[in-house]
């Protein structure tokens, strides 16, 4: 590199002349270079460790632009994986600042769950601005922010110290401080000085640091008595070990011993302050916390004057439980809304899919292709789905390159960077390690520096410092810089006419405006998300639950549980005997087109029940006639679709995630073979086998509850297999039964109808039922899990009932049926899967976007066989005197069923028919893989009678007895059981209730848990 050198330095004598230029004479924060003292290495953490940290920061500014030292702060935070952190010498007066202008919002990077706690001195506010010496802070950070239960500060309001306390698992309570202790010191504005004009304003016999002491040890005992475990963050001003404080602390009422020296035993600490000779930082802990690391890290010039400490805690001591990492899902490199990505994309898909020949071998297949296919025409198929889905994986890697986001990206900023990079390059270069000579030489090219390869190592060290600190300026102008950046661009778009750029840019500027704008809206306004599944509770039969907290056994939990709730659809007597003899899995039999043509003589032992939805579903097939739902997908449909949907939805199992066909939606070519495709595999029923691979995502139905039955499972299909199923199945097949006039007047979760009609329904009809003096029954009854438990065989008789070809439906069963159930959880995705063509489950899947309008037509067979049982009631108007007749509503699995009404109709009466409308109602789910959940069902009768005094009452208003304040609404009745069929001939009681007073006024039940359910006051 050096050519013109004459003579090659000594290796030794050149590393020492470089160590005397890294190391200036005059002593600054910024070349006092120490090595890192103790066990912990802050790019290692544990899964199961709290991280805590402390440091004196010298003073922090809390506005949000060019502000240096904050942004290394967070930077630091995130980068060490930082839980809690602890702050001494804020000199911040909070008081001047808006409420919600906190460190926490000064630290806070994107969405991170970030809280602060902060003191000062608060007497002592006039005319002094925003500075205030002393001070302290505690910032808590992600998942931990979950389990604060308190908070505050010294009561004598001096800023000595703040603290949260958090609280765990069986009673665990811990409580992190942030103290600040006073050192001597000249001026009247000082801390110190703060503290001895409130002694002699309080009268008191005692200094600034007695005053700290007692302080400090009166709280911390005060928590130890209510068996709190303590963590003391502290700038002590005195030794952390021998010093007065901590020999107090150590004895035996608190048994704190600071944890450096704790996990270096038997040596003497550094010093800590950049002047100073010996240990005054440090982290206290209790004996009963467990220890697993400690460290002073190095001197950093940006942070203050003072040495960092930072420990790791276990986590089940902190907390008495273990929190996991939510292992999150790689990062996407495809972006379809960004032309330079999405172009570099396409134009690697097309040249993968002209050297494979894509388009040949499509045709190839297109002209052999029959239903039901050949062998060879599935194998065909399967090798060219292998090979578009390796093209496209293959083509995401290539169209872009990822890197850390660890500031706001502009042109200068990297500018800056990378000339750091090439100076650093060059000191590696002079002390004598392997770089890359020829890659050096170009970077320093592109940069313009080509003059700085021939510099004296001395000038490089003094350029490398500066480029340094220029940098870490401009990086905390990163949000200013971005938008400068970004609207210079607009102006230069608008300027050169590139309408369609400057559209672009300014959708960019409007989304990063508007995603910081709602970041803090949802903190505020929303409560934390559900959350991936880390721990489960599995219920045993005696009782007890056991905790799985690991990621095999939570794994092999969640597949034992899963498995069998995806088999009870079995139990539906379509799945077995002569029936499923005759039939088979997907009814794709002779049998079955006798059925659909209402020729069908079903065995003597056959289901009655089963018997009449067989019925119902001749009688659709033949209403619809010669109409059929259309199977071809054309390049139209395709890119409608794809450019209309989310980006951001979750990614299949394969990883071909929805940018992948959103990009190639802007490619006519590419869009004509790909819809194609999907053309053929729905003619055919030949589905891939990528198809039947799915993700289950298991998440908490309730923040925190992870009993296993509570766990919501989202099965994640592969991208164009959903895009298939909501187009043949979602939208035209449901077109078609509304042309045909085939959509209940009971379903309200159908197109342009909403739940709360559903509700102004209900509640029509109690007050009709009130009007005219008769009795209503309305049962409240509930199918478990839906679309879980549907029989392949009733679904597939019942979609080609509403004319979807056999194929088509073919194409959407046998993956279902053939599924391989992998699992992610907060430990990232499962390596094994349960299913598979060995097993066979049922069910529709939620996440399947044919699994809804599935349902809607299995709800229109029940509810017209009810109307066909004779069940309902019919509904006039008044003015047109026309009426229908309605078993209820009806809002996907939750269903209120009428009866009564009639005119010779009394309790008894309605009652009955009532309990025959449940049990013909749990039979048609039974027959169709499906069951009521006995708890969640229920029975309202609203009847009124005579009070003797010309006037109407509800039967309870006659009840002499007050109730109790604490009697719940929900009350047996005396006289009228109701119960719910649960198969094999089995029955389980279900809950009544009666009228209930509120606000002195007697009102129509209502079931808590039902929000289709809605009260009527009399």
């Not at 839980?83 to 806070?108: C, M, P, W, Y």
């Not at 902190?318 to 939510?326: A, M, P, Y």
């Not at 979750?650 to 999907?678: Q, V």
């Not at 996907?892 to 028919?913: F, Q, R, Y």
């Amino acid at each position: 590199l050096m050519d013109d050198a004459n003579v090659v330095e000594p290796t030794a004598e050149k590393e020492e002349r470089l160590a005397r230029l890294l190391n200036l004479e005059a002593k600054t924060v910024e070349n006092t270079k120490v090595p890192l003292y103790g066990n912990l290495r802050v790019n290692e953490k544990d899964p199961d460790a709290i991280r805590v940290m402390s440091i004196n920061i010298n003073g922090i500014q809390l506005w949000k632009h060019n502000n240096i030292k904050a942004a290394r702060l967070k930077h630091i935070l995130k980068d060490y994986g930082v839980d809690v952190l602890g702050i001494q010498e804020t000199n911040t007066n909070f008081a001047a600042l808006k409420a919600s202008h906190t460190l926490a919002s000064v630290l806070r990077h994107g969405a991170d769950e970030i809280r602060s706690v902060h003191s000062h001195n608060t007497r002592e506010t006039q005319n002094i601005g925003t500075y205030q010496p002393g001070g302290t802070a505690v910032v808590v950070r992600e998942q931990l922010t979950g389990f604060i239960k308190d908070r505050g500060k010294d009561e004598r309001e001096l800023g000595m110290f703040s603290w949260y306390s958090t609280e765990g698992k069986d009673g665990f309570k811990t409580v992190f401080i942030s103290a600040y202790a006073p050192c001597s010191a000249p001026g009247s504005s000082t801390y110190y000085q703060h503290m001895i004009r409130y002694i002699q304003e309080q009268g008191l016999n005692t200094n600034p640091k007695d005053l700290f002491r007692y302080s400090v040890v009166h709280f911390i005992q005060s928590m130890r008595a209510k068996k709190h475990r303590i963590v003391l963050m502290m700038d002590s001003n005195e030794n952390v070990v021998d010093g007065f404080l901590s020999k107090r602390l150590a004895e035996g009422d608190i048994r704190m011993r600071e944890a450096v020296h704790r996990a270096m035993p038997g040596k003497k600490g550094p010093p800590t302050h950049f002047k100073g000779s010996q240990s005054i930082d440090g982290i206290w802990i209790s004996d009963e916390l467990e220890l697993i690391s400690a460290s002073y890290l190095p001197f950093d010039g940006d942070l203050g004057d003072h040495r960092p400490v930072v420990i790791d805690l276990h986590m089940r001591s902190v907390l008495g439980t273990l929190l996991h990492r939510i292992v999150p899902p790689k990062a996407r490199r495809l972006n379809s809304k960004c032309p330079r990505i999405r172009d570099e994309y396409l134009a690697l898909v097309r040249k993968g899919f002209k050297e494979k020949n894509i388009e040949r071998r499509l045709v190839q297949i297109e002209e052999t292709a029959t239903f039901p296919p050949t062998e060879e025409v599935e194998k065909l198929m399967e090798k060219l789905d292998n090979l578009i889905e390796e093209i496209m994986l293959q083509s995401e890697k290539g169209c872009r390159r990822l890197y850390a986001a660890h500031y706001e990206f502009s042109p200068p900023i990297q500018l800056w960077l990378d000339r750091c990079h090439l100076l650093k390059w060059l000191l590696r270069s002079h002390q004598g390690k392997q770089v890359n000579a020829g890659n050096m030489r170009r970077f320093a090219r592109k940069l313009g520096m080509m003059q700085c390869i021939r510099m004296p190592v001395a000038e490089i060290v003094q350029l490398y410092r500066e480029a340094k600190e220029r940098t870490k300026d401009l990086m905390a102008e990163s949000p200013y810089l971005r938008k400068q950046f970004l609207y210079g661009k607009l102006n230069d778009a608008i300027d050169t006419g590139r309408d369609q750029e400057a559209k672009r840019i300014q959708e960019v500027l409007r989304n990063e405006a508007q995603r910081k704008m709602w970041q803090g809206i949802h903190r505020a306004t929303k409560p934390r998300g559900l959350m991936s599944v880390t721990r489960v509770e599995v219920p045993q039969e005696d009782g007890s639950v056991i905790e799985h907290t690991t990621k095999e056994t939570i794994e092999h939990a969640l597949m034992s549980e899963l498995s069998t709730r995806f088999g009870r659809a079995e139990s539906a007597p379509i799945c077995q005997g002569a029936l499923f003899d005759l039939l088979g899995v997907y009814a794709d039999t002779e049998a079955a087109i006798q059925i659909l043509e209402g020729t069908f003589d079903p065995p003597p032992d056959s289901d009655a029940r089963t018997v009449v939805l067989l019925k119902e579903i001749a009688r659709i097939w033949q209403k619809i006639g010669e109409g059929e739902v259309s199977i071809a997908i054309s390049q139209e449909d395709y890119q409608h679709y794809w450019r209309r949907v989310k980006e951001k939805i979750s990614s299949s199992f394969s990883g071909l995630h929805f940018g992948h066909y959103k990009s190639i939606a802007h490619d006519d070519y590419l869009s004509d073979l790909l819809a194609r495709k999907l053309s053929l595999i729905s003619a055919t029923g030949a589905a891939p086998e990528r198809w039947a691979r799915g993700l289950s995502v298991m998440l908490e139905k309730i923040a925190g509850v992870a009993y296993i039955t509570k766990l919501r499972a989202i099965l994640l299909l592969e991208a164009d297999f959903n895009f298939h199923n909501k187009l043949i199945f979602g939208s035209r097949m449901l077109d078609l039964a509304r042309q045909h006039d085939l959509v209940p007047e009971e379903i309200y979760n159908e197109k342009g109808r909403t739940a709360e009609d559903a509700i102004l329904q209900q509640v029509l009809m109690y007050d009709i039922a009130r009007v005219t003096k008769r009795p209503l029954v309305v049962a409240q009854v509930d199918a478990a899990q839906c679309y879980d438990r549907v029989a392949l065989a009733m679904a597939a008789l019942t979609l080609r009932a509403f004319k979807v070809h056999n194929s088509s439906v073919l194409g959407m069963l046998q993956p279902l049926h053939c599924m391989e159930f992998y699992l992610r959880t907060g430990f990232g995705q499962s390596e094994s899967y349960f299913g598979g063509k060995e097993q066979g489950k049922h069910g529709l899947a939620q996440g399947n976007g044919a699994a809804p309008p599935t349902w809607q037509q299995i709800s229109t067979l029940m509810i017209s066989a009810q109307q066909r049982k004779g069940h309902g009631m019919d509904v006039e108007c008044p003015i047109t005197r026309k009426k229908i007749r309605q078993v209820g509503i009806v809002y996907v699995d939750d269903t209120n069923l009428w009866d009564g009404m009639a005119e010779n109709d009394d309790v008894n009466s309605a009652a009955h028919k009532s309990q025959e409308a449940i049990n013909d109602w749990g039979g048609f789910l039974h027959a169709s893989g499906g069951a009521l959940k006995a708890e969640k069902c229920s029975a309202t009768i609203h009847n009124l009678e005579p009070d003797d005094k010309g006037g109407w009452i509800y039967p309870d208003q006659r009840k002499r007895r007050r109730p109790d304040e604490d009697e719940t609404d929900w009350e047996e009745l005396d006289d009228l059981q109701f119960s719910v069929p649960q198969g094999d001939n089995d029955a389980e009681q279900i809950r009544g209730c009666r009228r209930i007073k509120r606000f002195k006024i007697w009102v129509c039940p209502h079931d808590p848990m039902d929000s289709q359910t809605v009260t009527s006051s009399s």
